[in-house]
């Protein structure tokens, strides 16, 4: 399995800022997951990132509000930006192990409240 | 398009009784299944998956789930139940033979175990 880091794990930030939140992978792996987990809800997923390609967002997700990086195999970034009391959610990075049978990994969160 | 139902919110159990934390689902062609436990202020763990070959899964923690394709479920189970075990559990599905994509998820099912 994979070992997956998040920074920062919480954060408490004024509407109108922007937060960049972190995601280590201890190995290589092809492709990364952002999923937000709004308050007492189920994850939803934002977007997919594959290294040297632009993410591909989900419905409802837009480039401009959350841009992702990608610059290498082992790390990416999501931005909240022009953040709203509405985005206050658990964000969450996920890897693939790889091949069609492949088990996702999950990274502890990033827990995000927006006053 | 793929989607799970949880049908129960929550679902309450004495230590040491055994456990059923149900899913549905529904999707084109052979499912793979997966349960994930997130305890709280946690991330999401990974319990176990079905792909193929017997339908009785066995995972973490003592945890199975029994695949059933006729009654499409997925169900996860326990024979006897450990207060520590009381944790927000998620049935999710992906299309099969697709690597790198996303996990559809159910809205979850709080265990609770007293003791």
């Known amino acids: 399995s994979a070992v997956i880091s998040q920074k920062p794990s919480r954060d408490i930030c004024q509407r109108g800022t922007s937060l960049t939140i972190q995601c280590q992978v201890d190995s290589q792996v092809t492709m990364m997951f952002w999923y937000r987990q709004q308050p007492g809800q189920s994850l939803t997923l934002i977007a997919t990132a594959n290294q040297g390609s632009e993410a591909t967002y989900e419905s409802g997700f837009v480039i401009d509000k959350f841009p992702i990086s990608r610059p290498n195999l082992t790390f990416s970034t999501l931005t909240v930006s022009n953040m709203s009391p509405e985005d206050s959610s658990i964000y969450l990075c996920?890897?693939?192990?790889?091949?069609?049978?492949?088990?996702?990994?999950f990274g502890p969160g990033t827990r995000l409240l927006v006053l | 398009a793929q989607s799970v139902a949880q049908p129960e919110d929550q679902v309450n159990v004495a230590e040491g009784n055994p456990l059923t934390v149900k899913c549905t689902y529904s999707?084109?062609?052979?499912?793979?299944l997966f349960w994930y436990v997130q305890y709280p202020n946690r991330g999401l763990q990974f319990l176990l998956k079905?792909?193929?070959?017997?339908?009785l899964v066995k995972g973490s923690y003592g945890f199975e789930a029994e695949f059933n394709k006729s009654q499409t479920s997925f169900h996860l189970k326990k024979p006897s139940a450990l207060v520590s075990d009381s944790a927000l559990y998620f049935c999710?599905?992906?299309?099969?033979?697709?690597?790198?994509?996303?996990?559809?998820f159910g809205k979850g099912t709080t265990l609770s175990v007293s003791s």
């Open positions: 999707v084109s062609g052979n499912p793979y």
């Open positions: 999710a599905v992906r299309a099969p033979n697709q690597a790198g994509t996303a996990l559809i």
């Open positions: 996920s890897v693939g192990t790889g091949g069609f049978e492949e088990t996702q990994y």
């Open positions: 079905y792909i193929t070959g017997d339908n």
